[in-house]
C-alpha cells in the first residue's frame, strides 16, 4: 500500500514539477536564467500558496462566517457540504486570489531585475512561481484525498491535479509573465496589456474551476488548458520575444 502511495507521489507531485522546470529550461537555453534566481522565485511560489490560504480563509470567513465555523468543526467534510461556501471558494475566489498574488510576486520580485531582459523571460519567472504554488498545492490536496476518498478517487484525483492543474497554474501565469515581460519592452509600453492577460489568466482558472466540477468535465478541462498552454508556446516563438534587452543603468 504505502508503495503505491510513494509511487503516487513521485508521479504527480514531483515528477510533474521537474518535468515543467526542465521543459522551460530547455526552451531558455539560448539565454538560460541565473539558477539561485530561478530557485529563489520557485520558493516564492511555495510562499504565494499558504499567503493565497490565508486571503482566502479570510475572504470566506467574511462571507460565510456560519459556514467557516461547521468547517473548523467536521473538517474537509464539512466543506464538502457546504455548497455555497464551495462554489464561492473554488469557483470565483481561488482564481482571483491566486493569480493575483502571482502577479505581484512576479512584479516585486523580478521585474525591475536586470536578468529580466527579454520579453520571454516573463513566461520563464512565472512559470517558476507557478510551479513552486502548484507543488505546494499538490501536497495538501494529495494528503487531503488519501484520507478522505477511496483509492480509486485518490489514484485518479492526483493524477488528474498532477497533470491538469499543475498545467493549469503555469499557463495561466505564463499569460500574466508575458504581459509583464510586452510592458517592459514592447514599444508601446502599453500599461493596459498586463491588466488584460490578469483578467484573461483569472477567467481561465475560473472557467477551469467550474468546468472541473461538471459530469465529465475533465474533458473540456483539458481542452482549456491544453489550448492555453499552445497559446503560451505560440508567444514564446515569436521574434520579439526573444530579443535580449540589456538596460542601461
Known amino acids: 500500500m504505502w508503495v503505491l502511495v510513494i509511487t503516487l507521489f513521485l508521479a504527480t507531485v514531483l515528477v510533474p514539477v521537474i518535468f515543467w522546470l526542465w521543459f522551460f529550461a530547455y526552451r531558455d537555453r539560448a539565454e538560460p536564467?541565473?539558477?539561485?534566481?530561478?530557485?529563489?522565485?520557485?520558493?516564492?511560489?511555495?510562499?504565494?500558496f499558504f499567503l493565497a490560504l490565508a486571503v482566502e480563509t479570510a475572504f470566506m470567513f467574511l462571507f460565510f462566517p456560519d459556514s467557516y465555523q461547521v468547517i473548523l468543526k467536521?473538517?474537509?467534510?464539512?466543506?464538502?457540504?457546504q455548497p455555497y461556501w464551495q462554489l464561492f471558494s473554488i469557483v470565483?475566489?481561488?482564481?482571483?486570489?491566486?493569480?493575483?498574488?502571482?502577479?505581484?510576486?512576479?512584479?516585486?520580485?523580478?521585474y525591475n531585475d536586470s536578468d529580466f531582459n527579454q520579453i520571454a523571460d516573463g513566461v520563464f519567472y512565472s512559470v517558476t512561481v507557478a510551479l513552486g504554488f502548484s507543488m505546494v498545492e499538490n501536497i495538501f490536496y494529495f494528503y487531503q484525498l488519501f484520507t478522505e476518498t477511496s483509492t480509486e478517487v485518490f489514484a485518479a484525483s492526483v493524477f488528474a491535479r498532477g497533470v491538469l492543474t499543475t498545467l493549469l497554474h503555469l499557463s495561466a501565469a505564463a499569460l500574466v509573465g508575458y504581459a509583464l515581460g510586452r510592458?517592459?519592452?514592447s514599444l508601446q509600453h502599453r500599461k493596459s496589456v498586463v491588466l488584460f492577460y490578469l483578467l484573461v489568466a483569472i477567467v481561465v482558472h475560473g472557467l477551469y474551476n467550474i468546468l472541473s466540477l461538471l459530469p465529465y468535465g475533465v474533458i473540456f478541462s483539458s481542452f482549456?488548458?491544453?489550448?492555453?498552454?499552445?497559446?503560451i508556446l505560440k508567444l514564446l516563438r515569436s521574434p520579439d520575444a526573444r530579443v535580449v534587452w540589456k538596460l542601461v543603468k
Open 33 to 48: 536564467e541565473p539558477k539561485k534566481k530561478l530557485a529563489k522565485l520557485f520558493f516564492v511560489g511555495t510562499g504565494v
Open 224 to 231: 482549456l488548458v491544453f489550448s492555453v498552454f499552445a497559446y
Open 183 to 185: 510592458k517592459k519592452y
Open 74 to 81: 467536521k473538517g474537509m467534510s464539512g466543506f464538502n457540504a
Open 92 to 110: 470565483f475566489l481561488a482564481g482571483v486570489v491566486e493569480e493575483f498574488l502571482k502577479f505581484i510576486a512576479l512584479y516585486e520580485f523580478i
